[in-house]
């Protein structure tokens, strides 16, 4: 027999894989469930993948799939039909198409720009992300934080992706580290010896530093923004 929060825990999860094709995160699992932390959600997630009711989708960022619920006897990827009394198994009548679950949990280093170097932001949090938003390389996310690209579409509170890389060619939207204290998303431009930091917007004058003042930490790959 389940416990009350076990219960409630794969209603939540089904629920949510029906109405988004995207299992809910960690987090907000903890919230609904009115927990104190997330370790109780881990607990109750192993609890439950131990019993049967629950399954990891394997290199996956908040990909569970719920494979029976509380009545039915048989785990559904041995079942063919619903015995009498029993619920429908959910992985057979889940209709939400699989890729959806494709989400990456990028690490959320903080606001671009916010006078601290990108290293020391590491391990703040995460950002989920999907999959088909990031092509290949390691990536992590940064809150942007201002209006000096808007002319390139970038406003202030969307997130960055970024892929990690300290090369990039000559017109390219980066992350650039300037004199190991300030990181800010400009356009990167090399000219007659100097590293030349354009911005996208006709308010700002483009910023112009020795090669050796400037590193790059990643290149613009995508964003995310949030409607609210």
Known sequence: MLTAKQHELIRFIQQRLEETGISPSFEEMKEALDLKSK?????????????????????RARALEVIRQPGDTTPA?????AGAGNVVPLAQARTAPEPANDVIELPLHG??????????????????????LLGPGEHYALEVSGDSMIEAGIFDGDFALVRRTETARDGEIV???VRGE???LKYLRKESGMVRLDPANGAYEPQVYRPDEVKVQGKLAGLLRRYH
């Open 77 to 81: 990827a041995r079942s063919s039909s």
């Open 182 to 184: 300030e990181a800010t």
């Open 111 to 132: 606001r671009i720009a916010a006078g601290a170097p990108i290293e020391a932001l590491e391990g703040q949090s995460t950002l989920p992300v999907p999959a088909a």
């Open 39 to 59: 370790s109780g959600v881990h607990r109750l997630i192993s609890a439950l993948e131990e019993r049967g009711f629950l399954r990891r989708l394997p290199n």
């Open 175 to 177: 992350v650039a580290l």
